[in-house]
């Protein structure tokens, strides 16, 4: 199922140190959510963090469960329209500014692609060298294999956006002159469009220079970041086809990928998601993992088997129904769950599921309980409501929260 499964980054590189930050509290946090998260790592940068953070053993572990895949591949789009460097650039000659040529660029040789990143990343973990070989196996055995086609998906696709003008070409243009000039511009008076020279070269016709006294090198650098941008959103929408997943799209990119399918993008923004389960954790206040490695520990076996359980799908399945709803409202859903658990366990239908779960009568999917064939509208509502949800509240109330072990200071 591809709700079930997220493709995404958690590292950004910082422009000055140019060292990675790692999320290692939102990589816990997807896995909560999702039945698989692959990482798109950045050469494999994110792993020192990750080790130095949960512990050497759970990162072993946590990659052995098969719930965190690794996605190491290093294919981006890239505007070649003046590199005579390339033969086929020079065999053409280079473009004039405001003409472009977009081709996909890849690793020519995978393994040494592979093996420099463990050099570069793995080994600089402070473990032993028989730890790093076990690490690097446990990523090696990990790694989705790149699937074929992405590439060719992606610069396809970004052709045919450009040969028929779609608009979120113009949004991905207003963006850049905001970004990089902090220039709003009109979108209704605002004009670019690109006319194809042939199968891969294209020019451009634009109001740039009239409408906002641009001169030719700002004009060729917006427009071509804007369609660099644009192709980016096409390679993660490739991504999504070629690995059946979601795909964590930045915030900059959300409004050219609304524009492209408007109809389905909030339900594939899966920052959605994880943005109500940090409500929930704040409101309710719970522990979350942005700490873990520096306040508490996470013991990730029990992490595993918490997000394997009922209650968590329980959980994820609820977590939508809290958005229109006030901070106090979801304290007051939960606590009242709570209440009525309580109240019914001390109930004659309370003790009565008691003994049907103790003496195992069976199981049904969607109820969980048999209810005898004299059982009454209450016992009924016991076991299809309240049962029913109290996965909700034994996940917030207690197997969440037993996660996380204090780290003395």
């Known amino acids: 199922m591809i709700h079930q499964r997220l493709l995404g980054s958690s590292a950004v590189i910082d422009p000055a140190s140019r060292e990675p930050d790692v999320d290692v509290g939102g990589i816990l946090r997807r896995l909560l959510l999702f039945d698989t998260y692959i990482l798109k790592s950045i050469r494999l940068r994110e792993f020192p ?3 130095d953070r949960l512990g050497f053993d759970e990162t072993i572990e946590l990659l052995r469960s098969g719930a ?9 789009v890239a505007q070649t329209g003046q590199a005579t460097v390339l033969k086929s650039r020079a065999r053409k000659g280079a473009l004039p500014k405001g003409s472009y040529c977009f081709q996909t660029v890849t690793i020519a040789d995978r393994h040494v692609y592979v093996s420099r990143c463990f050099r570069e990343s793995v080994d600089a973990i402070p473990v032993s060298i028989k730890n790093k070989q076990k690490l690097k196996r446990a990523i090696l055995e990990s790694m989705e294999s790149p699937p074929a086609g992405i ?6 696709q970004l052709r045919a956006d450009l040969r028929a003008m779609n608009p979120a070409l113009i949004l991905s243009v207003a963006n850049q002159l905001r970004t990089q000039l902090r220039v709003d511009a009109d979108l209704e008076r605002l004009v670019v469009r690109l006319r194809p020279l042939d199968d891969e070269d294209f020019e451009t016709e634009s ?9 030719l090198d700002q004009r060729h650098k917006i427009v071509e970041r804007a369609i660099l941008s644009l192709a980016g959103v096409n ?3 490739a991504e999504m086809k070629a690995f059946n997943t979601l795909s964590g799209f930045r915030l900059n990119d959300l409004p050219l990928f609304e524009r492209k399918i408007a109809f389905i993008a909030n339900t594939m923004d899966p920052e959605v998601q994880e943005g109500r389960i940090k409500r929930v954790f704040e409101v309710m206040d719970l522990p979350d993992f942005r700490d873990v490695g520096i306040a508490y520990r996470v013991d990730i076996g029990r992490f595993l088997e918490l997000r394997n359980s009922r209650e968590c799908r329980e959980f994820r399945a609820w977590l939508p129904s809290i958005d229109r709803v006030s901070d106090k409202e979801v304290k007051e859903r939960v606590s009242d769950l709570k209440a009525r658990i309580a109240a019914a366990a001390n109930s004659t239908s309370g003790r009565a599921l008691r003994f049907f779960t103790s003496t195992a009568l069976g199981l049904v999917p969607g109820a969980g309980i048999i209810l005898s064939a004299g059982a009454g509208a209450l016992d009924a509502f016991v076991v299809n409501r309240i ?3 109290s996965g ?13 072990q204090e780290i003395p200071r």
Do not use: C, W
């Open 68 to 76: 965190l895949r690794i996605h190491l591949d290093a294919l981006t």
């Open 49 to 51: 963090a990750i080790v």
């Open 207 to 215: 109001n740039l220079e009239e409408l906002l006294r641009l001169d």
């Open 151 to 156: 590439g060719k998906d992606t610069i396809d």
């Open 392 to 404: 909700i509240v034994t996940f917030v109330s207690r197997m969440y929260p037993a996660l996380f």
């Open 387 to 389: 049962v029913k949800e």
């Open 235 to 237: 390679q993660r929408i």
